[in-house]
């Protein structure tokens, strides 16, 4: 059972809907090779898959709040690096103690509930700034 998008996630940005719809892809993935057992390549490939496009994303969102003048634009920043600094953490753990139930709980439990909160509390301020 994957996310299903939901109109309490939009952010009233067409182009970030479509990139947020894109990360929850990716959870989705996440899951299914969960299931099925992902194996210590698989996921480094995902992760740097992840990786490349949040960033690129964040910046893309960023710039567009700033265009705004939206007034989360410095919070939804803060936010953005602390996510980036928690995933370079699960990906150095990959790297060191390779791959682990506990490190997938960890990605997923970043993915889902970090990730999904952050677009629901702070992104979707973006809506007032249209
Ligand atoms: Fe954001």
């Known amino acids: 059972m994957g996310f299903q998008w939901d109109d309490k996630y939009s952010t009233g940005n067409d182009e970030i809907d479509k990139q947020h ?5 990716y959870l989705d993935e996440l899951e299914d090779h969960i299931e099925k057992g992902a194996s210590q390549e698989w996921v480094e490939r995902f992760m740097s ?13 960023e710039m567009c709040m ?7 634009a410095a919070q939804n920043k803060v936010q953005h690096t602390k996510l980036l600094a928690a995933f370079s953490a699960a990906d150095k753990r990959l790297k060191q ?3 682990s139930d ?7 439990t970043f993915l889902t509930s970090w990730l999904v909160n952050h677009i629901m509390k702070i992104d979707v301020k973006l809506k007032d700034c249209n």
């Not at 719809?21 to 892809?25: D, E, G, R, V």
């Not at 700033?66 to 989360?72: G, N, Q």
Request: proline share 0%; glycine share 8%; net charge positive.
């Open 97 to 99: 103690e390779g791959i």
């Open 49 to 61: 898959g992840v990786g490349l496009y949040t960033r690129s994303h964040f910046c893309f969102e």
């Open 102 to 108: 506990a490190l997938l709980q960890q990605l997923r």
């Open 66 to 72: 700033r265009r705004s003048k939206c007034a989360a």
């Open 21 to 25: 719809k894109q990360i929850f892809a």
